[in-house]
């Protein structure tokens, strides 16, 4: 069993895949009151429940990287990349014990400089129509697709994005 992690703040994508086909996928949320640590530990937890759950057996987990765009400015400037850097780093100090293997990949190996609406658009032709609907994906026009971006590290890990 993969599990496929898109850490975020405010949200974090997962998916589990058996055999190479996804099977479970969400976007987990942490209360809007919960403190920055708080957040982080709440995060973890939830991970290492869902990795213990499902039995994974390998974690595929993306790590941020500084954009040199005016939106990674913004990003940087707001202290999000450096809490979002922490985060990842939690959580792929937690895994190892849960699983045999976690491998961390940046954004660019797994989708390139592919929009988001491309993105999710490969992810769905490379998925039956059964299947997603038995994923039941977030609607891939909301502000977060965390869950979408789970969905193609697990695929790209696979070699099939």
Not at 15 to 43: D, M, N, Q
Not at 97 to 119: D, E, F, M
Request: glycine share 6%; charged share 25%; with cysteine.
């Amino acid at each position: 069993m993969l599990l496929a992690i898109d850490p975020g703040l405010e949200g974090t994508g997962w998916a589990v895949f058996r055999h190479s086909t996804p099977v479970k996928c969400g976007i987990e949320t942490a209360s809007r009151r919960y403190k920055w640590f708080e957040k982080l530990h709440y995060y973890c937890e939830f991970m290492e429940r869902l990795a213990v759950k499902v039995r994974a057996t390998e974690c595929v987990l993306e790590r941020p990287v500084f954009m040199q765009s005016s939106g990674g400015m913004v990003t940087a400037k707001s202290d999000s990349l450096v809490k979002l850097a922490m985060l990842v780093g939690a959580l792929y100090t937690r895994m190892p014990p849960l699983v045999k293997r976690c491998t961390l990949v940046t954004p660019n190996q797994w989708k390139g400089q592919l929009p988001k609406t491309i993105a999710i658009d490969r992810i769905q032709m490379r998925l039956d129509s059964r299947t997603l609907t038995a994923l039941e994906p977030s609607d891939p026009e909301a502000s977060a697709t965390h869950d979408w971006d789970a969905l193609g590290i697990g695929l790209n890990h696979l070699g099939k994005f």
